[in-house]
T-cell receptor
Framework: EAGVVQSPRYKIIEKKQPVAFWCNPISGHNTLYWYLQNLGQGPELLIRYENEEAVDDSQLPKDRFSAERLKGVDSTLKIQPAELGDSAVYLC????????????????FGPGTRLTVL | QKEVEQNSGPLSVPEGAIASLNCTYSDRGSQSFFWYRQYSGKSPELIMSIYSNGDKEDGRFTAQLNKASQYVSLLIRDSQPSDSATYLCAVNEGYNTDKLIFGTGTRLQVFP
């Protein structure tokens, strides 16, 4: 079974330029997450989708970041304009809702996109 | 601010020894606990999930959970150099929420 797919794997842009990341979750996984990971830190949630609905975007800097998951499958995260401080690894993860009350479903990560803003 | 604390390490153990990795969390409402392994330059890989107090074993890995003391640990038996990586502890933010809070990770070094 294929894992979470992300592209591109690496992106180098100049500040103030736009950038977009794409993610395709594990087949059948209805929940999709975008995380940001800085060097030496754990991943931090940016946004979570259940099917096509964004159910938690409280950590997404909405002035420059946007995301969409139009058909409830693949997703795109966009930054416009990018700033120097946006340099990080952007991780996508997915999970399958097993409907088990009181338990958080296991999340599986894609390979990530390493963004460098010059 | 909900917190997940881990010793950053490095934790150095000889090959064949038991590596013990610890994690504490601040929210008593947390119900789900995960350990991820992250090799340098790679993304986190799920190793174990644990939801109930006690031990859960999977091969060389054992996760231990003590909700009263708010800690979760990961034991790696017969450590191998290939186990050298950063181990991330993740805990759900509170009761009945899917949001995970990650620790900063413990770097494990297994030397031959």
């Amino acid at each position: 079974e294929a894992g979470v797919v992300q592209s591109p794997r690496y992106k180098i842009i100049e500040k103030k330029q736009p950038v977009a990341f794409w993610c395709n979750p594990i087949s059948g996984h209805n929940t999709l997450y975008w995380y940001l990971q800085n060097l030496g830190q754990g991943p931090e949630l940016l946004i979570r989708y259940e099917n096509e609905e964004a159910v938690d975007d409280s950590q997404l800097p909405k002035d420059r970041f946007s995301a969409e998951r139009l058909k409830g499958v693949d997703s795109t995260l966009k930054i416009q304009p990018a700033e120097l401080g946006d340099s990080a690894v952007y991780l996508c993860a997915s999970s399958l809702d097993l409907g088990t009350s009181g338990r958080v479903n296991e999340q599986f990560f894609g390979p990530g996109t390493r963004l460098t803003v010059l | 601010q909900k917190e997940v604390e881990q010793n950053s390490g490095p934790l150095s153990v000889p090959e064949g020894a038991i590596a013990s990795l610890n994690c504490t969390y601040s929210d008593r409402g947390s119900q789900s606990f995960f350990w991820y392994r992250q090799y340098s330059g790679k993304s986190p890989e799920l190793i174990m999930s644990i939801y109930s107090n006690g031990d859960k074993e999977d091969g060389r890995f054992t996760a231990q959970l003590n909700k009263a003391s708010q800690y979760v640990s990961l034991l790696i038996r017969d450590s191998q150099p290939s186990d050298s990586a950063t181990y991330l502890c993740a805990v759900n933010e509170g009761y009945n929420t899917d949001k995970l809070i990650f620790g900063t990770g413990t770097r494990l070094q297994v030397f031959p």
